[in-house]
């Protein structure tokens, strides 16, 4: 942090010591997601172009090229980047890896080179958008970076990316550097999670996170159903924000980070995995996904809104026993059944969920930290008007039929799953780069105001559910 500001906490107040004003108080402390920027390869696919390709390889069976139409034509995807220039119809090189564009037929490259092409590559798009959030930032600088967190599940080396970004970046060499791998698509809402937490424990923190990954470097041929659909969707990219509690300028955008929740749904372990073969990394895709999410996403999301009070008070959806008990449940570290029903008389009896909780990392009041449930069985549903009281949804767009249970789980309208459906048709699926662009999508939207909420949700391996309330600021200087 520059010698001309310094944030510091008094009892329930925080401080900004400015040289012109002297000492402004504020009630409370905002952290919040700034400056967000996205950086993709520039080779682009054609989704129509590379369902032929996938469709004519040898050794398909005729199931499996009817797999390979329907899974291209309805992913809701028309382009998606690469960094594997082979790609291209049009690509010329005496000695191919991936694709050989003479006889249009994908090649079968080891884990090891696939991987050195991840290390040249990923690296480049880590330093793209970290640059780019930083440059973008009013107020912050290279200098004033104190943690960076880093996010992939494409890829491995050391040093590895966090360490890059520091050193192109010209970040201090005592920035402390954390890195959340092969987690999966929902990682980036555990590293806002963690940016948020440092900026909590100290509110003069400046924190860079940046995610990217390379998924289009495991993509294969094959027979099998799960293959074939993680193929017509995953693609590269990636993104960066800056998390401070520094205030925003004049006319700026950003997300105040609220609450964060996890949960693990009690089925789904062996329908989403991610695992290292001898030739590249293994996806299992299970066509399941969305039945599980339309089954359980109320009850993901039912903590999360349980412990935010004024969207509690809205909903309806919790009374106060049943916060109480939350409460006491995460401050003490218990396993309760939270039972609802007898504050909703008027509605069916439903069966209630386990949480657990790191004592030390569960704030309910502030949202310092996170509680981690799991749904021993689905909740009910949520009330009405859910699609109301939250403006903005920023859906990880893992497919098409993941957006579509969404949307109508929930009852929320075309408009509020725009930017998750831009998000997959002109990028696919990026894994934890994804949700970080669809924020982005909402920040840039004309019409989103100030004050409005936000509620970001990414899916991932377990199946595990991340999810988080956040608020939209706009800067007064």
């Avoid at 300028?249 to 950003?254: D, H, S």
């Avoid at 903590?303 to 004024?310: G, S, Y």
């Avoid at 995460?330 to 396993?335: K, P």
């Amino acid at each position: 942090m520059g010698p001309d500001r310094h944030i510091s906490w008094v009892g329930d107040w925080w401080e900004t010591l400015l040289p012109d004003e002297g000492c402004v108080r504020h009630w409370g402390m905002a952290v919040t997601l700034r400056s967000l920027q996205t950086a993709v390869p520039p080779t682009v696919l054609i989704q129509e172009q590379v369902r032929d390709v996938f469709a004519a390889q040898p050794g398909l069976t005729r199931l499996a090229q009817r797999i390979v139409a329907t899974s291209f034509n309805v992913s809701g995807i028309d382009t998606r980047h690469t960094v594997i220039d082979e790609l291209t119809l049009d690509a010329t090189g005496s000695d191919p890896q991936f694709f050989d564009p003479s006889e249009q037929r994908l090649l079968i490259p080891s884990t090891r080179v696939r991987n050195e092409l991840y290390i040249v590559e990923a690296t480049k798009l880590f330093v793209e958008a970290g640059r780019k959030a930083l440059e973008a930032c009013p107020g912050v600088t290279a200098a004033d970076v104190t943690h960076v967190v880093t996010v992939s599940c494409t890829g491995f080396y050391a040093p590895g990316p966090d360490y890059m970004l520091v050193r192109e970046l010209g970040l201090s060499p005592a920035t402390q550097r954390y890195h959340l791998g092969f987690m999966g698509c929902y990682a980036s809402m555990p590293a806002l999670r963690t940016a948020k937490q440092f900026v909590e424990a100290d509110p003069n923190a400046v924190v860079l996170v940046v995610s990217a990954e390379l998924c289009s470097l495991h993509l294969r041929t094959s027979n099998d159903p799960d293959t074939i659909v993680a193929s017509s969707l995953f693609s590269d990219g990636a993104a960066a924000g800056i998390v401070s509690a520094r205030p925003l300028a004049l006319g700026e955008r950003g997300l105040n980070l609220d609450l964060f929740e996890t949960v693990i749904t009690p089925v789904g372990e062996g329908d989403m995995a991610w695992k290292i073969g001898d030739e590249g990394f293994e996806m299992v895709l299970s066509t399941y996904v969305p039945h599980i999410i339309d089954e359980h996403i109320e009850g993901a999301l039912a903590p999360l809104f349980a412990r935010d009070a004024a969207l509690s008070a809205v909903l309806g959806a919790v009374g106060e026993t049943a916060a109480l008990e939350a409460d006491l449940d995460l401050a003490l570290g218990l396993d309760l059944a939270v039972d609802r029903d007898a504050t909703e008389s008027t509605r069916p009896a439903r069966p209630g969920r386990t949480v657990t909780a790191d004592a030390t990392s569960a704030d309910t009041e502030t949202g310092a930290g996170a509680s981690v449930a799991t749904l021993q069985a689905p909740l009910e549903v949520l009330p009405a008007p859910v699609s109301t009281a939250i403006a903005h949804w920023a859906i990880h767009p893992g497919g098409r039929s993941i957006l579509d249970k969404t949307e109508a789980k929930l009852g929320l309208s075309e408009a509020q799953l725009v930017p998750s459906r831009e998000t997959l048709r002109k990028h696919g699926n990026m894994s934890s780069a994804t949700i970080l662009f669809v924020m982005k999508e909402i920040l840039e939207a004309p019409a989103t105001a100030d004050g409005e909420r936000v509620c970001a949700m990414a899916f991932g391996p377990g199946l595990t559910v991340e999810s988080g309330l956040m608020t939209v600021a706009v800067g007064i200087g």
